[in-house]
């Protein structure tokens, strides 16, 4: 049944399906969620504007802001381990679909957040020791700059190289296209650092 499933004249319905079903995971806005739990006003007024941890991080909460990182983790770890039983393929276009979920998220007029965190669970449900080298790397980048758009790069940067590296080919292309994203929404805060005016923790 599966084989038939993912045969490639059937193929494409099933991977839209882990599509669309990964963006309504990725969707989820836990850090709007949790700002609201713990009174902390409306996130998209706060600080960058972001929806994602770091910004939560920001209003002093770290309760919130550690939650808000396991929900956009969790969403995207979530989103692959749901369709792996149909193969790697649809397990990738799931985790690719949650990133879309969480960068433009229905439910808050498709304004969302950055993405990194989403990015770090997908790459630990496809693969978990890429994925904890992946995090290992963002957060020794973080800690050592004190920038956390450093640390997310960083890790994009290093995704294809580290899965090549653990020979999981399959997912070399993917941790391209999910790093050239994480790249294109830290484009204001690559401005910001080539003007020396990039925030730091």
């Given at each position: 049944m599966l084989h038939d499933i993912?045969?490639?004249?059937?193929?494409?319905?099933?991977?839209a399906l882990a599509f669309a079903a990964g963006y309504a995971l990725g969707a989820l806005p836990f850090g709007v969620l949790w700002a609201r739990v713990f009174g902390l006003g409306d996130l998209r007024q706060t600080g960058s504007g972001n929806i994602g941890a770091?910004?939560?991080?920001?209003?002093?909460?770290?309760?919130?802001a550690l939650l808000t990182l396991i929900g956009d983790g969790g969403k995207g770890a979530v989103a692959v381990l749901l369709f792996l039983g149909w193969g790697d393929?649809?397990?990738q276009s799931a985790g690719l679909g949650a990133v879309i979920g969480h960068l433009f998220p229905i439910w808050l007029r498709f304004r969302g957040g950055k993405g990194v965190a989403t990015f770090?669970?997908?790459a630990?449900?496809?693969?978990?020791?890429?994925?904890?080298?992946?995090?290992?790397?963002?957060?020794?980048?973080?800690r050592l700059t004190k920038v956390s758009a450093l640390g997310a790069l960083a890790a994009a940067t290093s995704g294809p190289l580290i899965f090549w590296g653990f020979a999981r080919l399959e997912a070399v292309l993917l941790m391209i296209l999910l790093g050239a994203i994480m790249w294109l929404t830290h484009l204001s805060n690559i401005?910001?650092?080539?003007?020396?005016?990039?925030?730091?923790?």
């Open positions: 993912m045969a490639p004249e059937r193929a494409l319905p099933w991977l770091t910004n939560v991080l920001r209003t002093g909460n770290r309760v919130a393929l649809a397990a770090l669970g997908i630990l449900a496809l693969h978990w020791p890429s994925g904890l080298a992946m995090l290992a790397v963002w957060l020794a980048a973080q401005r910001r650092l080539l003007r020396g005016a990039e925030n730091r923790f």
